[in-house]
């Protein structure tokens, strides 16, 4: 009993991390990565006309360009 319970108390925490990582498609500026999480540029930003970051990361949250650029900003 005591090992099945751990079994599904590891199978949740580990369904957990996986939807944590699931990426965040972006596709305007100021957007926010939480930490552990993947930011993926869905077209190119241009955030010159805004007083706003391109895109903010929190620690340890990653941005995936997909082959786009950010440019502008503040």
């Not at 199978?11 to 930490?35: Q, Y």
């Not at 993947?38 to 082959?67: H, P």
């Amino acid at each position: 009993m005591r090992a099945a319970l751990l079994t599904i108390i590891a199978a949740v925490g580990f369904a957990a991390v996986a939807r944590a990582k699931d990426p965040i498609p972006i596709s305007e500026c100021g957007t926010v990565v939480a930490s552990r999480q993947i930011g993926v540029l869905q077209n190119n930003l241009d955030c010159g006309g805004s007083a706003t970051w391109g895109v903010v990361l929190e620690k340890g949250a990653r941005l995936e360009l997909n082959g786009y650029r950010i440019s502008g900003g503040s």
